[in-house]
């Protein structure tokens, strides 16, 4: 008779002592939805951990211990992550008791972000040269496309010998052999991102003439030679005129 109500008891002290041990992370701003704390490139997030008794707490970010200053470690202890960079994404910053790491509580920071796209660029390439343009498109979450215009149409792949390419973190137009009837002009390469909306730039194409190109090096080598004889042959004259000289 006796065993039937320790038993209980037993489980309800195991209970209230688990929830004396127990920690808990507060955040600014607070977990969304989807239970994690979501925020943007270059603002701030302040996380507090707080424990019920004075021992001492330890941060871990993506398993990796967080010093802390003294007096940020007994009851209550505060990390600030700023500003908020592309690598804190999916970081993990847990806390639990220096004593017992199976007493512990867990965030995630997700961290979203537009592509970086802005802004003009001037390019010039020589006739019959390869000319390549490039979009970062790198964003968080991913662009829903991309898209190439010239002077405000369309690139048209087949008549103009581009080739388009994407890897999820650069959009790239390349031709292997610019033409300044099909090629110059002014293009433009259009990202739409499903949070932020669109972002654009702008390249300024001018197709030049193709150059002779003349290489330097043989060409030094052969004014050293040249020189090198002509001395010689007025050394060797030198030599002639003092002997009839004499």
Known sequence: MTMMFRSPLFHLLLYCSTQTLG??????????????IQTELEETVSLICRSETDEELVWLRNG????????????????????VIY??????????????TTV???????????????????VAVENGA???????VWAN???????????????DLLTSGFTVSNDGF?????????????HEGTYQCTAISPTYGNYSKTFNVTVTEKTMKFPLMPM???????????????VSRWDRITKCCK
């Open 130 to 136: 390869v000319l390549v343009l490039q979009c970062d």
């Open 64 to 83: 990796a211990v967080v010093n802390l200053m003294e007096g940020n470690k007994k009851g209550r202890s505060s990390v600030c992550v700023t500003p």
């Open 104 to 122: 512990r509580d867990s965030v995630t920071l997700r961290v979203t972000y537009p592509p970086s796209l802005s802004g003009s660029e001037e």
């Open 141 to 155: 979450p991913p662009v829903s496309s991309v898209s190439w215009t010239l002077n405000g149409s369309t690139v």
């Open 23 to 36: 920690v808990k992370i507060e955040s600014v701003p607070v977990l969304n939805s989807d239970g994690f």
């Open 87 to 100: 690598k804190d994404n999916d970081a993990t910053f847990t806390c639990h008791l220096s004593g017992n």
């Open 220 to 234: 030094i080598a052969g004014l050293v030679v040249v020189c090198l004889t002509v001395l010689l042959a007025v």
């Open 170 to 182: 650069t959009s790239q137009l390349t031709t292997n052999k610019a033409d300044e009837s099909l």
